[in-house]
C-alpha cells in the first residue's frame, strides 16, 4: 500500500537482504500482513478460552459455595510463584524480541533459551501441582472422591483441569516452537534475522501468560 | 494455459501454493462430500416413502443416516463451499493481489480440511453415530453408544480449516488491495466474504471448545452437561447454537456476495444502494451473534430471554431484507438478460425469500412452539440452506467457469438445470412446510398414515432435484474438452478478475493493477462496447 520500509522500522526489516516472498509488494506489506494475521489468531484464541470460561461462569454462579470448598485445596502460594515465573518469562520473551530486532543474534539465542526454561519451570510445578491433586483422588473420571468431596465439588476438578490442561497445552506449543525458532537463529537460518517471526511468537507467548494471569485468581482465590 | 497448464505433475497440484490451484482442490473435496451427503439423504427419502420403517433396518440406521446426511452438508459443504471454492480463487483476482496474503497456510487448511473429513468418515463408517448434526448433550455424552468422539474431532479439526481460511482472507482483503482499490471501491463478494471471515474467527473457537467439554464429559464421565452429575444441559445448547447460528450466516453471506455479482452483470447497472449492501452483510455479521436463543425457546430458556431473543431475530430480518429489496431493485429497468448464472441467481432470492420469511414464523415465540422439531423447520433451512447456498454456489460456478476453465459450458444444459433444480427443489421441500404445519415432527422414521402423500410428493421431488445436481456436473466436464474458448471476459462484467486472462497466469496479473473508479460501472458506454463484442464474436 504506502511506502517501502518507513523509517521506523529500518532496524527490523528494512535491510537489504531480507527476503520478500514473491506475492507481496514491499516488506512493510509483508510485516503487516504477519502482524494482523497473528492478532487475528489471537482474537481466535480469546473467544476459545472465553467459551470454556463462560461455562465456568455459570457453574460458579449455580453452585458458589461447593466451588469454593473445591477450590480451597489449592496451593495459591504455588499459584501465585507460577504467576512471578511465567512473567518473568514475558519478560525474557521481550527482550529476544528486542534483541531480534537490534540482530543481536548471540543475545536473542540466549533470551529464547531464558523463556523456554522458565516455560518448563511452569509445567514442572504444574505437573507436581497435577500430581498431588491425584494423590488427594481430585482427578474426575480417574480416581475422583465423591465421598470426601461430595457435592458439585466434582465439577469445580473438571473445568480446572481441562482450563489448566488447554493452557498447559499452549504453554508446550509455545516452548516446541520458541526451540524450533532458537535453533533457526543460531543457524542464522532468517535472512532477515527472524525479526518478524520472533516478534510474532513473542505476541503468543504473551497472550498464553496473560491466560494463566486470569486463570490464577478465578480458580485459586475464589475463597480468598 | 495459464495457471492451469503451469505443471502438469500430480505433486504439482499437492503442493501448490497457487490460491487458484487450492480453490480446484476444495471443489473437488466440497463435491465428494456433497454426493456422500446426498446419498444419505437418498436413504432418507425412500425411508420416507411409506410409513412404515421398510428401508432401513431399525430407527437406529435411519438416525446414523440423518446424522451423516446432516454432518457432511453443514460441516464438509455448505461451510466451506462457497468461500474455500470461489472465494480462494476470486479474492486475490478482485482486489488485484498476486495470491492470498499467506499461500501456505492456504495449503495447510486443505489439508486439516481433508484429514478432519476423513476422521468423520471413518467415524461414520465405523459405527456411525446417532446424535445428529447438533450433538446435543447429554444424549451425545452420556447414552449414546456410537461414535460420537471420533466425530466430533474430524469437526474440531475441519473448525481449524476454516479459521485459517477466514484469517487468510481477513489479512489479505486488509493488506493486499491493489492501489486504489478502497473500502468503499470493492466488490460486494470481498466485502461478504470479509464478514464471513469475522464470523468464523469470533465463531468457531466456540464450537471447538465446545467439542472438547463434550470429549471430556463423554470420556471422563464428569457432569458438565449432564444433570444427574449436576451439569446442565442447557449449557451445552448456548454454546452450541453461539455458534451454529452465525455458522448459519457463514453458509448464506458468501452466497450473497456471489448473486450481488451475478445480478448487476446480468442486469447491466449499478448495484442498487451500494453501501447499504455493505452495511447490511457486517450488520448481519453483528445481529447473528445476538440471536442463538431462537433455537432454544421451549427448553425451558427464560420467557424473558425468549421474548428478548424472539425480538432480537426480527432485527436479523432488517438487513437480510435490505439485501432482498436491493437486488430487487438493481433488477428493476435493468436490461436482464437470463443467463444460466442469472437464472440460478433469481432462484436464489425466490428461494431466499421464502426461507427468509419461514424464519419470522419461527422466531415469534408463540407460533414456534407450535412448529418446533417438525418439518416446518426442516423446510425452513432447507429453503435457506439449499434453495439459497447451493443455488449461489451453482450460480457462481458458472459465472466464473469460463475464468476458472478458459472455456464455455452448454447454455441450452446450464438453463436446463437451473430450471429442473429450481422445480425439483420447490417439489421437495414445500410439501415439507406442510407437513410440519400439520405436525410431522422431524428425525422419525415411521408416520401415520396420514402423512404419507405429502412425504411422497417430497421424495418424488427430491429424485428431479438429483437430476437437476447431476446435469452440471456432466456438462461442466465435458465443457473442458469441447467448450468455447471463453476469452478474457465473456460476460463483458466489471471486476479486476475479468482483466485477465482465462484461465488467468500463475501470479494473476501481467502488469500491477491501479484501480480508479468503483464496481459495477455498467451503465458506461465501454461496457455495451464489450458486451457488443462478445456477442459478435459468438461466445456467449
Ligand atoms: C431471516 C433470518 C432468519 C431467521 C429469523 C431464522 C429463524 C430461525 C429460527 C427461529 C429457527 C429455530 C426453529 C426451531 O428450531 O423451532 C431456525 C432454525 C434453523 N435455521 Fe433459521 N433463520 C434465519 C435465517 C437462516 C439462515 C440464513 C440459515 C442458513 C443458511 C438458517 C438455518 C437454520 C437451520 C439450520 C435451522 C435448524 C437448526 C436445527 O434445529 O437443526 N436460518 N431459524
Ligand atoms: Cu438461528
Do not use: C
Amino acid at each position: 500500500m504506502s511506502s517501502p520500509s518507513a523509517t521506523v522500522h529500518d532496524n527490523t526489516y528494512g535491510q537489504d537482504d531480507t527476503y520478500l516472498y514473491h506475492h507481496f509488494e514491499d516488506l512493510q506489506q509483508q510485516h503487516e500482513s504477519s502482524s494482523l494475521g497473528m492478532w487475528a489468531f489471537l482474537s481466535t484464541e480469546v473467544l476459545f478460552f472465553g467459551g470454556v470460561l463462560g461455562a465456568f461462569a455459570v457453574v460458579q454462579t449455580l453452585y458458589g459455595p461447593a466451588m469454593k470448598a473445591a477450590s480451597s485445596h489449592l496451593d495459591p502460594i504455588l499459584g501465585a510463584y507460577n504467576t512471578a515465573v511465567l512473567l518473568v518469562s514475558s519478560l525474557a520473551m521481550a527482550l529476544a524480541v528486542r534483541a531480534s530486532q537490534l540482530r543481536q543474534q548471540r543475545n536473542t539465542v540466549l533470551f529464547l533459551i531464558a523463556t523456554i526454561v522458565l516455560g518448563s519451570v511452569f509445567l514442572a510445578v504444574k505437573a507436581y501441582e497435577w500430581n498431588h491433586d491425584y494423590h488427594l483422588g481430585l482427578v474426575p473420571g480417574i480416581n475422583f472422591d465423591l465421598e470426601r468431596y461430595p457435592g458439585r465439588q466434582i465439577l469445580f476438578w473438571s473445568f480446572y483441569f481441562t482450563l489448566t490442561g488447554i493452557h498447559a497445552l499452549h504453554m508446550v506449543i509455545g516452548i516446541v516452537i520458541i526451540a524450533i525458532m532458537a535453533v533457526l537463529v543460531q543457524r542464522r537460518w532468517f535472512s532477515g534475522g527472524g525479526a518478524t517471526q520472533i516478534e510474532m511468537l513473542g505476541l503468543y507467548w504473551h497472550f498464553v501468560d496473560i491466560v494463566w494471569v486470569f486463570l490464577y485468581p478465578i480458580l485459586y482465590l475464589i475463597n480468598r | 494455459m495459464g495457471y492451469l497448464g503451469a505443471d502438469y505433475t500430480i505433486k504439482s497440484w499437492l503442493l501448490t501454493t497457487d490460491h487458484k490451484r487450492i480453490g480446484l482442490l476444495y471443489m473437488i473435496s466440497i463435491t465428494v462430500f456433497f454426493l456422500l451427503g446426498g446419498a444419505a439423504a437418498t436413504l432418507l427419502r425412500l425411508e420416507l416413502m411409506t410409513p412404515r420403517g421398510d428401508v432401513f433396518g431399525s430407527p437406529d440406521d435411519y438416525n446414523r443416516s440423518f446424522t451423516i446426511h446432516g454432518v457432511f452438508m453443514v460441516f464438509f459443504f455448505l461451510i466451506p463451499g462457497v468461500p474455500a471454492v470461489l472465494g480462494n480463487f476470486l479474492i486475490p483476482l478482485m482486489i488485484g493481489a498476486r495470491d492470498l496474503a499467506f499461500p501456505r497456510l492456504n495449503l495447510m487448511s486443505w489439508y486439516i480440511y481433508m484429514i478432519g473429513g476423513l476422521f468423520t468418515l471413518y467415524a461414520l463408517v465405523a459405527g456411525g453415530v446417532d446424535t445428529g448434526w447438533t450433538f446435543y448433550t447429554p444424549y451425545s455424552t452420556m447414552f449414546s453408544n456410537t461414535q460420537v468422539i471420533a466425530a466430533a474431532l474430524g469437526i474440531f479439526i475441519v473448525g481449524f480449516s476454516s479459521i485459517l481460511t477466514a484469517l487468510n482472507f481477513i489479512v489479505t482483503i486488509h493488506t493486499m488491495r491493489a492501489p486504489g482499490m478502497t473500502w468503499l471501491r470493492l466488490p460486494l463478494f470481498i466485502w461478504a466474504h470479509y464478514a464471513t471471515s469475522l464470523i468464523i474467527v469470533l465463531g468457531t473457537p466456540v464450537l471447538a471448545i465446545t467439542i472438547i467439554l463434550v470429549a471430556v464429559e463423554r470420556l471422563f464421565k464428569v457432569g458438565i452437561f449432564d444433570p444427574a452429575y449436576g451439569g446442565d444441559p442447557l449449557l451445552f445448547q448456548h454454546l452450541f447454537w453461539f455458534y451454529s447460528h452465525p455458522a448459519v450466516y457463514i453458509m448464506i453471506l458468501p452466497s450473497f456476495g456471489v448473486i450481488s455479482e451475478i445480478v448487476t452483470a446480468f442486469a447491466r447497472k449499478k448495484i442498487f444502494g451500494y453501501s447499504f449492501m455493505a452495511g447490511a452483510l457486517l450488520a448481519i455479521a453483528v445481529l447473528g451473534f445476538l440471536v442463538w436463543g431462537h433455537h432454544m425457546f421451549v427448553s425451558s430458556q427464560s420467557m424473558y430471554a425468549g421474548m428478548i431473543f424472539s425480538v432480537l431475530s426480527f432485527l436479523v430480518a432488517v438487513p437480510s431484507g435490505i439485501k432482498v429489496f436491493n437486488w430487487t431493485a438493481t433488477l428493476y429497468k435493468g436490461s436482464v438478460s437470463f443467463k444460466t448464472p442469472m437464472l440460478y441467481a433469481l432462484g436464489f432470492i425466490g428461494l431466499f425469500t421464502i426461507g427468509g420469511l419461514t424464519g419470522l414464523v419461527l422466531s415469534t415465540m408463540a407460533t414456534d412452539v407450535h412448529v418446533h422439531d417438525t418439518y416446518f423447520v426442516v423446510a425452513h433451512f432447507h429453503y435457506i440452506m439449499v434453495g439459497g447456498m447451493v443455488m449461489a454456489y451453482l450460480g457462481g460456478l458458472h459465472f466464473w467457469w469460463p475464468k476458472i476453465t478458459g472455456r464455455m459450458y452448454s447454455e441450452f444444459w446450464g438453463a436446463l438445470s437451473a430450471l429442473t433444480v429450481f422445480i425439483g427443489f420447490n417439489l421437495t421441500f414445500f410439501p415439507q412446510f406442510l407437513l410440519g404445519y400439520i405436525g410431522m415432527p422431524r428425525r422419525y422414521y415411521e408416520y401415520p398414515e396420514e402423512y404419507q402423500v405429502l412425504n411422497v410428493m417430497s421424495s418424488a421431488g427430491a429424485s428431479v432435484l438429483a437430476v437437476g445436481y447431476m446435469m452440471p456436473l456432466i456438462y461442466l466436464m465435458i465443457s473442458l474438452k469441447v467448450g468455447k474458448i471463453a476469452g478474457p471476459n465473456p460476460w463483458a462484467a466489471s471486476g479486476l478478475e475479468w482483466e485477465t486472462s482465462s484461465p488467468p497466469p500463475t501470479h494473476n496479473f501481467l502488469d500491477t493493477k491501479i484501480v480508479t473508479s468503483g464496481p459495477y460501472d455498467y451503465e458506461l458506454q465501454e461496457f455495451a462496447d464489450m458486451q457488443r463484442e462478445v456477442q459478435e464474436q459468438g461466445i456467449v
